[in-house]
């Protein structure tokens, strides 16, 4: 009924489609094909008329372009060619730094997209530069930017050379590479862009409007293509891997020093069909993935870190829903969840992916589909005890399986959309009681979603609704409700009903939101959006909080047309807040922005922000509401011109708030190129801050009346951060590259003015030293404390934090498809409760720190099988 509703009102509104009614013509070869050389002097060259109506996309919408260019496309039974003639006036001008295979290298590059099954929604894309750097991408939805899969690495060849006249690109995209419809003739969306960076000009043979949505929506026609045939390919990639583990001190006694392994595991992709695509993994292996940044974590959420696992990342955007968290790919693999102590300790990392499998594309319905299978083995932490001689085996994670299903449907011709999502996650606990305890034994979400778009994408109204139900022994439910995301416990929260015996937790979740997304100067949104109290999915999703009514609003004013001094600028105002189901207004804040770009490219953004006092209902951690203080702060970011040779940006932000915290913070990043094989980059960072309400712990006392029988106490945080992210990188070649990534990190906190919350729905301590109550600090660091009641005593809680990662991966593509990596990490880290302010110097310290060295050496062969027409 909802579907059939959704169908009649995306039709209903329907307008005529927004594609491009310009057409060009693919051409057989009657001869050879052209050798990929980056010369057009084949004769598979001649007789055809090139394409050279391109415009400017920017700096001047429908501009008269300043360079020609001119585009050939041959195909044969195999293959389509692309040859490509790029004049530039000034040949020294043209930027050609060199990097690896999706390399973000500043150089001139010519891209060619196409909308094989010509559904206006998804596209290949395959990007040359002037330096025959090859990148591709895949789109899973229509938008330039958003949805865009640079994981997508298809098999294909290029080649460029730079000559008298400008550069020359050619291209050879095996159909096989290509997934399209079973017919006798094709007729694909077609689109053409050249980019050149010193001029920071964009020509599209289809110019895509900045004030409208839409991009393959909006393609253009390729035809002329026809009896070639749809193949499903059949592709397997097999590895081997080794990899050695050397720490900085090395205890001859231990015997799980230096361990190294050895591991063979494969990759494979089959096609279903002409739409469908399964990929598959076992054992994977992502020793060459970069380490996570460092940081010190005082707050009760976890640290969501991006994803980066080549399997995960392909094909992310059709496992995935515009709301609700309910896959959370970093679940699958992640470190184990129980940890073992003992004289001797051999604790995995993460826990093993046996294997994997996804299934996703788009059929000739219009409908989108994305599916993933995957299995975790059960994880065993070693540990040897000196005494008796002896290695045990300890269970630290039980074997895992994961479940998702994601479907969704494209109605009318506006696109509007209607979707469900499903996802399941079962652990085999067995009768281990340290995992039953901790851990639910199985868990379930998903629900529905839509987006009813009108005046093609204009205007939009979509929403979700969604459940979660999570199963398991009551310990292990029980620690779900006093999470940091429900604290069912809260003593003034009697509607949350805390159940220690319940064995099971259900929650829904629903939002509506209405948007105007496109238009020459004003845009406009609005939500709200809920979560139950009994809504969990952290076991596979990601979620920081629960029982919550949020709602926000914004509205942007824009000019999108160069000005006397402006090329283009936006001013956006947002209100948002929430409420809890206790009726409390737990967050209130308000946004203001603005984002200038200068005539000369460079731009410059503001942004200003108050924070209304409100209660809290997570800042005591499971104990009674707590007022917030007023807040307010500013960002400033100025930025180069994005084509620049020399990229730059800096930044700077600070707040205060009316309990007497406050942060000053200064950032930036410089990109240089002293050659077009170096790369490197610079990205300092430091800030210092006093956080006013830093919860330090919560002591049971029944004579604290005014508080439920236990003392809430917080401290103020007098914090330094600083750190410098730098990459250096070097290209041998094209498929030869050395990328190094090194981050020193140091911070301090100094925990002072310690005291306890005076009253529920209050910001005031009573702080520790004065009216009658005592603090001392002890020799080791720790606190006596004498409140009105049972003394008791705080361990300390400064802290000194250094840390050293680095990642260095030599990367070599020695045949097509196939890579050799070698890879050096260094993870140091040394702490001390000391408390002294940390300066840049301590960054030379990092690389002092103890540590692990860890060598790998993986090696992968693309094996291509003959796939069926």
């Known amino acids: 009924m909802l579907l059939a509703a959704l169908a009649f009102l995306a039709s209903a509104s329907a307008l005529d489609a927004q594609a491009s009614p310009k057409r060009a013509t693919a051409v057989r070869l009657a001869g050879p094909a052209p050798r990929i050389d980056g010369r057009l002097d084949d004769a598979a060259w001649t007789g055809v008329a090139p394409l050279e109506d391109f415009n400017q996309q920017r700096p001047t919408e429908g501009g008269v372009p300043s360079e020609r260019t001119q585009v050939f496309i041959r195909y044969d039974n195999d293959a389509l060619y692309l040859g490509a ?72 060849e290029a080649s460029a050379a730079i000559d008298s006249l400008g550069w020359v690109a050619e291209m050879r995209i095996p159909f096989s590479q290509l997934r399209f419809p079973a017919a006798d003739r094709q007729e694909w969306g077609f689109q053409l862009d050249r980019w050149m960076p010193d001029k920071n000009e964009d020509l599209q043979w289809i110019v895509i409007p900045t004030k409208e949505t839409g991009y393959i929506s909006r393609f253009g026609t390729l035809t002329g293509i026809a009896g070639v045939k749809a193949v499903r390919p059949v592709e397997l990639l097999p590895y081997v891997a080794s990899d050695a583990v050397r720490a900085a001190v090395v205890d001859q006694a231990n015997p799980f020093r230096n361990p190294t392994r050895t591991r063979v595991g494969m990759d494979a992709k089959f096609g279903i069909g002409s739409n469908l695509t399964i990929d598959a993994t076992m054992n994977p292996d992502f020793g060459q993935v970069e380490a996570d940044p460092a940081e010190v974590n005082l707050s009760a959420f976890e640290t969501i870190v991006e994803e980066r696992r080549t399997f995960f990342t392909e094909g992310a955007q059709l496992l995935r829903i515009e709301g609700p968290n309910y896959f959370y790919s970093r679940r699958i693999g992640a470190a184990p969840h129980l940890s073992v102590s003992g004289d001797y300790v051999d604790q995995p990392r993460a826990s093993t992916i046996l294997g994997a499998a996804k299934l996703t594309g788009r059929t000739a319905s219009r409908l989108s589909v994305g599916a993933l299978l995957g299995m975790t083995g059960r994880a065993n932490a070693r540990v040897f005890s000196v005494d008796s001689n002896r290695t045990t085996s300890t269970v630290v994670e039980p074997r895992t399986e994961y479940a998702v299903v994601r479907l969704e449907q494209e109605l009318g011709k506006q696109a509007s959309t209607f979707g469900g999502m499903l996802v399941a996650m079962r652990r085999d606990l067995g009768s281990d009681p340290k995992l039953t305890a901790r851990l639910a034994s199985q868990a379930y979400s998903g629900g529905v979603d839509w987006r009813i778009r009108w005046q093609q994408g204009k205007y939009a109204v979509s929403g979700y609704a969604g459940f979660s139900h999570v199963e398991g022994d009551s310990l292990a439910i029980g620690r779900v409700q006093r999470s940091s995301a429900h604290y069912f416990q809260r003593p003034d929260g009697a509607y949350l009903d805390y159940d220690p015996s319940r064995q099971s937790l259900t929650g829904y979740t629903a939002s509506i939101r209405a948007d105007k997304d496109a238009g020459r100067r004003i845009l406009w949104g609005a ?128 707040g205060r708030d009316a309990l007497g915290g406050w942060r000053s913070a200064f950032g930036g990043g410089i990109t240089v190129r002293p050659s077009p094989r170096w790369q490197l980059s610079l990205d300092p960072n430091y800030q210092r801050s006093t956080d006013s309400r830093q919860y330090v712990t ?172």
């Open 527 to 654: 939500q709200v959006s809920t979560e139950t109290s009994g809504y969990e999915v952290n076991d596979v999703g990601r979620l920081q909080s629960a029982e919550d009514v949020d709602y926000n609003a914004d509205i942007q004013i824009r000019e999108t047309e160069p000005g006397r001094y402006l090329r283009n600028w936006r001013l956006g105002f947002v209100s948002r807040g929430s409420f809890n189901y206790g009726g409390n207004h737990t967050n209130a804040e308000w946004q203001q922005s603005a984002n200038l770009t200068f005539l000369n490219f460079w731009s410059l953004n503001l942004n200003t922000r108050l924070d209304a006092s409100t209660l809290d209902d997570a800042l005591t951690r499971g104990g009674p509401l707590m007022r917030t203080g007023l807040s307010w702060g500013q960002d400033y970011r100025l930025n180069s011109a994005m084509g620049a040779r020399t990229g730059w940006r800096a930044n700077y932000n600070w």
């Open 698 to 869: 919560t002591v049971t006392d029944a004579a604290a009346t005014a508080t439920y029988g236990a003392r809430y106490l917080f401290a103020y945080v007098d914090r330094v951060t600083t750190s410098l992210k730098t990459r250096v990188n070097y290209a041998f070649s094209r498929s030869l590259t050395l990328e190094g990534y090194a981050e020193p990190f140091a911070a301090s906190g100094r925990y002072h003015g310690i005291g306890e919350l005076r009253a529920p729905r209050t910001s005031e301590l009573r702080r520790y030293g004065a009216e009658g109550t005592t603090i001392t600090r002890l020799a080791d660091g720790s606190y006596a404390v004498t409140p009105q009641g049972a003394a008791f005593t705080l361990s300390n809680r400064d802290f000194n934090v250094l840390s050293f990662r680095s990642n260095v991966v030599l990367r070599w593509e020695w045949h097509a498809g196939s890579t050799l990596y070698v890879v050096w990490q260094q993870n140091r880290r040394a702490s001390e409760a000391l408390g002294e302010p940390v300066s840049a110097a301590d960054l030379l310290n990092t690389t002092r720190a103890a540590g692990d060295n860890f060598l790998a050496l993986k090696m992968s062969y693309w094996l291509p099988v003959k796939g069926r027409s």
């Open 85 to 156: 003639r790029m004049f530039r006036a000034q040949p020294s001008d043209i930027l050609r730094s060199l990097s690896r295979r999706d390399g973000s290298a500043t150089a001139e590059h010519l891209q060619v997209t196409f909308d094989t099954h010509r559904d206006g929604r998804t596209g290949y894309a395959f990007k040359i530069s002037a330096a025959g750097v090859q990148g591709d991408f895949h789109h899973a939805q229509d938008n330039e930017m958003r949805g865009r899969e640079a994981q997508y690495d298809p098999v294909w």
